[in-house]
């Protein structure tokens, strides 16, 4: 069964720096997508990224980079010069392959930024 | 572009009491998702539409929960009576394709039931 897993439940990052937060994941399928999401405490899910299992390059969007490795199954979220609305729950998500799309999402990690 | 509508935002019930729940996805959006997320945990998929057509509903208590989505646009969540453990933020998200894209979704309605 597809799984997503969140290893920390909490992080501490000073304002400027980078930080990454760890996802793994199980599948048997060998198509699938990947996804982060940040949910500030207003309680949105804000779309941040995307990787598809068939893309080489790792994905980028402004600060958010994700460094997907598929042998190992990780797809950790890296967020560059760090600011203090980066403060969020953020989590990993995967969409199965078959028909019907919907998202498995892993625990969550708690992101705290320092000033 | 409007984004995912959620009404009400909040809501206090006692328990065995009935509530629903309104969505408006993106227009356009052919599918769409309603998530409940407890406290703590990352979102689980209740129901899921495409156009007016059930496509996903395993994970819903269909004991107490019920949903549709008349002319595959608006959507209501019922959950007829309520238990204590059904507190959490129910969220709706709308995709185009269920295949393909990320979801958008909605602010959530949070849901104490005492």
């Known amino acids: 069964a597809q799984k997503i897993t969140q290893t920390q439940p909490g992080m501490f990052v000073q304002e400027k720096e980078a930080v990454t937060l760890d996802c793994t994941y199980d599948?048997?399928?060998?198509?699938?997508?990947l996804f982060w999401y940040k949910q500030p405490s207003s309680g949105e899910m804000i779309f941040l990224i995307y990787q598809g299992s068939y893309d080489e390059q790792n994905a980028t969007e402004g600060r958010y980079s994700l460094n997907f490795q598929k042998a190992r199954k990780s797809a950790n979220l890296v967020i560059s010069a760090s600011q203090l609305g980066d403060s969020a729950m953020y989590f990993c998500?995967?969409?199965?392959?078959?028909?019907?799309?919907?998202?498995?999402f892993g625990q969550g990690t708690t992101l705290q930024v320092k000033p | 572009e409007a984004g995912v509508a959620q009404s009400p935002r909040y809501k206090i019930i006692e328990k065995r009491q009935s509530v629903a729940f309104w969505c408006n996805p993106i227009s356009g959006h052919a599918t769409l998702y309603w998530y409940q997320q407890i406290l703590g945990q990352g979102p689980k998929l209740l129901i899921q539409?495409?156009?007016?057509?059930?496509?996903?509903d395993s994970q819903l208590p269909k004991d107490r929960f019920s949903a549709e989505r008349l002319k595959g646009v608006d959507s209501t969540l019922k959950i007829q009576p309520a238990k204590l453990e059904d507190s959490a933020v129910y969220l709706c998200?709308?995709?185009?394709?269920?295949?393909?894209?990320?979801?958008?979704f909605g602010p959530g309605t949070r849901l104490t039931v005492t």
């Open positions: 599948t048997s399928d060998q198509s699938y997508g």
């Open positions: 539409f495409q156009n007016n057509g059930v496509v996903d």
């Open positions: 998200a709308s995709s185009l394709d269920r295949r393909s894209g990320e979801q958008y």
């Open positions: 998500a995967m969409r199965e392959g078959g028909n019907t799309g919907k998202l498995i």
